[in-house]
T-cell receptor, first 114, second 114 residues
Framework: DQQVKQNSPSLSVQEGRISILNCDYT??????FLWYKKYPAEGPTFLIS?????DKNEDGRFTVFLNKSAKHLSLHIVPSQPGDSAVYFC?????????????FGQGTRLTINP | DAGVTQSPTHLIKTRGQHVTLRCSPI?????VSWYQQVLGQGPQFIFQ???????GRGNFPDRFSARQFPNYSSELNVNALLLGDSALYLC?????????????FGQGTRLTVV
């Protein structure tokens, strides 16, 4: 049962343009949503999070939007830079079966072309 | 300040053997969680420990066990290794029991079972 889904395995964007990464979830109990970036041979690096009671959170070039009615969130990166090329994971936080845990999507590989 | 450190970074084991992976959280962080990431998928929750007690476990067999020490470092043990246990094992630490706002990951241990 995949509770968090990232339906696009890859995305290619021109440098300087906007990158939009999408994520869908099914469990209404999720109370926070997080985005992580991962380079090869490294652990995931936290980017930005949003509470389920908000619909937008912005940090520099990164903005996360949450649409609770659609159970959908997106990460916008503006402007995109070559260093943004990485795998991006969406994660949702909730108490599930007694544990406070993060449930991750499958990831989207973002490639920024010069 | 040191981030989350994991050891070893890589190891190769034979089917049926036992393995111990180690994690040191960020100083002051009392919550440690373990995740397994197989190729092409997002990390999957294995265990969470907070204040040296197990707070929850994911859908993993009893061959997987863990513990947290008084200094909040943690070990993940896997017995009777199977080929399917080959994965990147990630440790995450946070300053609160809830991993809502952000969790910091180590670089991971790449386990290969042959």
């Amino acid at each position: 049962d995949q509770q968090v889904k990232q339906n696009s395995p890859s995305l290619s964007v021109q440098e300087g343009r906007i990158s939009i990464l999408n994520c869908d979830y099914t469990n209404s109990m999720f109370d926070y949503f997080l985005w992580y970036k991962k380079y090869p041979a490294e652990g995931p690096t936290f980017l930005i999070s949003i509470s389920s009671i908000k619909d937008k959170n912005e940090d520099g070039r990164f903005t996360v939007f949450l649409n609770k009615s659609a159970k959908h969130l997106s990460l916008h990166i503006v402007p995109s830079q070559p260093g943004d090329s990485a795998v991006y994971f969406c994660a949702a936080s909730a108490i599930i079966q007694g544990a406070q845990k993060l449930v991750f999507g499958q990831g989207t590989r973002l490639t920024i072309n010069p | 300040d040191a981030g989350v450190t994991q050891s070893p970074t890589h190891l190769i084991k034979t089917r049926g053997q036992h393995v111990t992976l180690r994690c040191s959280p960020i100083s002051g962080h009392k919550s440690v969680s373990w995740y397994q990431q197989v190729l092409g998928q997002g990390p999957q929750f294995i265990f969470q420990y907070y204040e040296k007690e197990e707070r929850g476990r994911g859908n993993f067999p009893d061959r997987f066990s863990a513990r947290q020490f008084p200094n909040y470092s943690s070990e993940l043990n896997v017995n009777a290794l199977l080929l399917g246990d080959s994965a990147l094992y990630l440790c995450a630490s946070s300053s609160y029991r809830a991993m809502n706002t952000e969790a910091f990951f180590g670089q991971g241990t790449r386990l290969t079972v042959v």
